[in-house]
C-alpha cells in the first residue's frame, strides 16, 4: 500500500525570474532537497534547480539495469589517475544520480554518525605523507543535536527507540561468520528504512531492491520525504529537469541568480538573494568553476585554489563468497548488516582510520557488471551459475584527501549544454590500499568462518559516496566555505552537499550530509532574518 502523500501531487507555487527574494538551490538529492524543507520551515522562499525527471515511487520497477538508466547521471565524464578505474570505468567515475531526490533514491541506506575523533582527523592522526589532512572546523558535541533530528526524520532503526531491521539470509550468513571470527560489535541498526511506519512511510516489507528506488517509501529520500513536506508550506518551488549553468554575481561580487537551461533548452536567468550549491561532489565544483568571471577568473568561491580539490570517494571494496547451501542474497533489505568492530583508529594495523563491513545483496546484473572484467571465461560463468549460493559484503573505510585528487575541465570536449565535460582524478594513497587489503583479509576469514566454498575480492566499481571538492575549513586558505558551509570569499554563497567534507571518516556519508543540512538552514535563515549575508 503507498501511504498518503507520498505520491500525492502538490499545488506548486511559482515565483518570478525576477524574484530576488528567493533562495536558490541546485540539486535535490540527501542535502538540497533537506536543506530546501527545512528552509520553507522556516519561512523562506526557495526555488529548487533540477537537472532529472520527477519519478514517482510507482515508476520503480523491480530491474537493477532499467533503475539505472532511469536514475544515473550519465552525461559524459572521464577518469584519470593511477587506480584500475581509469581503464575500467574511464567514463563513469561515479554511481551518482539525476533525478528529484538524487543519489537517495538509489542509496542503499546505512546512516552513521561520524565519531568524536573523525572530526579531528589531523589531530588524531599527525601527518600523514601524501595526505592533505586538516581537522574539521566542527566537532561531534555541536553536531551531536543535528545528528539526533536527522536520524528522527530519517527514521533510522535502531535509533531513538525504534527497533532494528530483521535480518535477511545474507545478514544470517555475516553474522554466523562475524560471531565465529570473534567480533562482538554487529547488528541491523543505523538504517534510514522504516523499522515500523514512522514519518508518514509505511515499515519495510523486505521485498529487496532497495537501490532501485523503494517502491513503499520504507527508505527515506528527499524524493518523497522532504520534497512534498517543503511543497506542502507553500514556499517551495521545484524546476525539474533544470540545468544549472552559471551562477551570476553582481558589482560588490556577491551572487545574484543563476542560470540555467530548462527541459526544452531554453536559458533563464533565476535572482536569488542567496544560492546553494548541493550538485554532489563532481557537478557542485564543476558548477563554480563554470562561473568563473573577471571578478573571479579561477571560479567562484576559489580564492584558496581549493575548489575541486581534494575529492574522497571512501575506501571501498566487494567480498562475495558461494555456500553448499542456497543463501539468495538479493532478498530483503538490500544492505542491512553492519560489523563496527574494525571501525576504531587503530595504526597497529598498519593504516590511520577505521572500516566498516556491510551486507551487500546484488542482484544478477550488477554482480554481473563489477565481477567483469577481471572474472571471465569458465571461472565467471561459474561464479555467475552459483548466483543463488552466493552471500554478499561491502568494505567502507576512511580514505585520505590528496590535493591531486579531484574535479578538472575538459579543454576541448563540451556536453550537451556547451560545458566542458569534468575529468575527475582518482589515485589511491598507500593508506587506502593498506586498509583495502586489511579489509579484504578479515572479510574473506569471515566467510570461511561462516562455511565457504570460495571467496571472491572484487575491487572498487565507480564511486557512490562522493565528498570533499569544496571542503569546510577553519583557514580560508584551506577550504573553499566555513563551518556553516558558506563560502569564504562569497557570504551568499553556500556548499550545502557532501563535498564541504573534510575528511570521509569510516562509513556512510549521507547521515552527515542531512544533519548539515539541517544545521546550515537554521543557520542561513538567521543569516536572511537578520539581513547579514
Ligand atoms: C547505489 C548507491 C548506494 C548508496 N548507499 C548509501 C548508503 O547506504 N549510505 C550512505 O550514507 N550513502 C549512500 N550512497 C550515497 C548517497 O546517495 C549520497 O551520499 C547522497 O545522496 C549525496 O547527497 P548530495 O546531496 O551530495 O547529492 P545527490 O543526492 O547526488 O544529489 C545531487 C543532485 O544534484 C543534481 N544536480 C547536479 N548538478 C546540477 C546542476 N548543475 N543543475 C541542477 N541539478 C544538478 C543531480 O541531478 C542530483 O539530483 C549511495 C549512493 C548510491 C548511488
Ligand atoms: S526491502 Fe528495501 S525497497 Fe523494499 S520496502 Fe524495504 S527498504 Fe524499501
Known amino acids: 500500500m503507498t501511504p498518503r502523500g507520498l505520491d500525492d501531487e502538490v499545488a506548486a507555487v511559482t515565483f518570478d525570474h525576477d524574484d530576488e527574494s528567493v533562495v536558490v538551490i541546485v540539486g535535490s538529492g540527501a542535502g538540497g532537497g533537506t536543506l530546501a524543507n527545512e528552509l520553507c520551515q522556516r519561512g523562506v522562499n526557495v526555488v529548487l534547480l533540477e537537472a532529472g525527471r520527477r519519478f514517482k515511487t510507482t515508476d520503480f520497477v523491480n530491474d537493477e539495469a532499467t533503475m539505472f538508466e532511469m536514475l544515473s547521471w550519465l552525461d559524459k565524464r572521464y577518469t584519470a589517475g593511477d587506480t584500475p578505474l581509469t581503464t575500467e570505468w574511464p ?3 561515479t554511481w551518482i544520480c539525476k533525478t528529484v531526490g538524487g543519489s537517495s533514491v538509489h542509496w542503499a541506506g546505512h546512516a552513521l554518525r561520524f565519531r568524536p575523533h573523525e572530526f579531528k582527523p589531523r589531530t588524531t592522526y599527525g601527518a600523514i605523507a601524501g595526505a592533505n589532512l586538516i581537522d574539521w572546523p566542527i ?4 553536531m551531536l543535536p543535528y545528528y539526533e533530528r536527522a536520524e528522527d526524520k530519517m527514521g533510522v532503526s535502531g535509533r531513538g527507540g525504534r527497533p532494528a531491521l530483521p535480518g535477511n539470509n545474507n545478514y544470517r550468513v555475516f553474522a554466523r561468520g562475524a560471531e565465529r571470527v570473534g567480533y562482538r560489535d554487529y547488528d541491523v541498526s543505523h538504517m534510514a528504512i522504516n523499522s515500523v511506519p514512522h514519518g508518514g512511510r509505511n515499515a519495510c516489507d523486505q521485498i529487496g531492491f532497495c537501490m532501485q528506488g523503494c517502491k513503499s517509501g520504507a527508505k527515506w529520500s528527499s524524493l518523497y520525504a522532504e520534497i512534498p513536506a517543503g511543497e506542502a508550506t507553500g514556499r517551495l518551488e521545484v524546476r525539474a529537469e533544470c540545468m544549472a549553468l552559471q551562477i551570476e554575481h553582481n558589482a560588490r561580487g556577491r551572487v545574484s541568480g543563476v542560470l ?4 526544452a533548452g531554453g536559458h533563464h536567468v533565476q535572482k536569488a538573494r542567496a544560492v546553494c550549491v548541493a550538485g554532489n561532489s563532481i557537478e557542485s565544483p564543476r558548477l563554480l568553476l563554470n562561473s568563473a568571471s573577471a571578478t573571479f ?12 580539490k581534494n575529492y574522497m570517494r571512501n575506501m571501498t571494496g566487494f567480498v562475495f563468497a558461494t555456500f553448499e547451501r542456497p543463501v539468495n542474497m538479493h532478498r530483503g533489505v538490500a544492505a542491512a548488516g553492519i560489523v563496527r568492530d574494525e571501525s576504531w583508529h587503530d595504526p597497529k594495523r598498519g593504516f590511520a582510520g577505521g572500516w566498516l563491513m556491510t551486507t551487500c545483496g546484488l542482484g544478477l546484473p ?3 557488471s563489477f565481477l567483469t572484467p577481471r572474472a571471465w571465461g569458465r571461472s565467471y560463468a561459474g561464479l555467475l551459475e552459483h548466483f543463488d549460493h552466493m552471500a554478499g559484503l561491502w568494505t567502507c573505510g576512511e580514505d585520505m584527501p590528496m590535493t591531486k585528487n579531484g574535479i578538472t575541465l575538459h579543454s576541448s570536449e563540451k556536453d550537451q549544454h556547451g560545458l566542458p565535460v569534468p575529468i575527475v582524478h582518482i589515485n589511491e594513497h598507500p593508506n587506502d590500499r593498506a586498509m583495502r587489503n586489511h579489509s579484504y583479509r578479515r572479510a574473506s576469514e569471515l566467510y570461511v568462518a561462516a562455511g565457504a566454498r570460495q571467496t571472491i575480492e572484487v575491487p572498487p566499481v565507480p564511486g557512490s559516496h562522493n565528498l570533499g571538492t569544496c571542503r569546510m575549513s577553519e583557514k580560508a586558505s584551506d577550504g573553499v566555505c566555513n563551518r556553516i558551509g558558506q563560502a569564504h570569499d562569497i557570504p551568499n ?7 564541504q567534507f573534510a575528511s570521509s571518516f569510516m562509513g556512510n556519508p549521507t547521515l552527515t550530509i542531512v544533519a548539515l543540512a539541517v544545521r546550515q538552514a537554521e543557520h542561513l535563515a538567521d543569516l536572511l532574518r537578520r539581513n547579514d549575508t
Do not use: M, Q
Open 297 to 308: 577568473p579561477d571560479g567562484l568561491a576559489n580564492s584558496s585554489g581549493h575548489v575541486g
Open 493 to 499: 554563497l553556500f556548499i550545502s552537499d557532501g563535498s
Open 91 to 93: 567514463t563513469l567515475p
Open 260 to 263: 540555467y537551461a530548462d527541459k
Open 139 to 142: 566537532s561531534f558535541e555541536e
Open 366 to 368: 550488477n554482480l554481473a
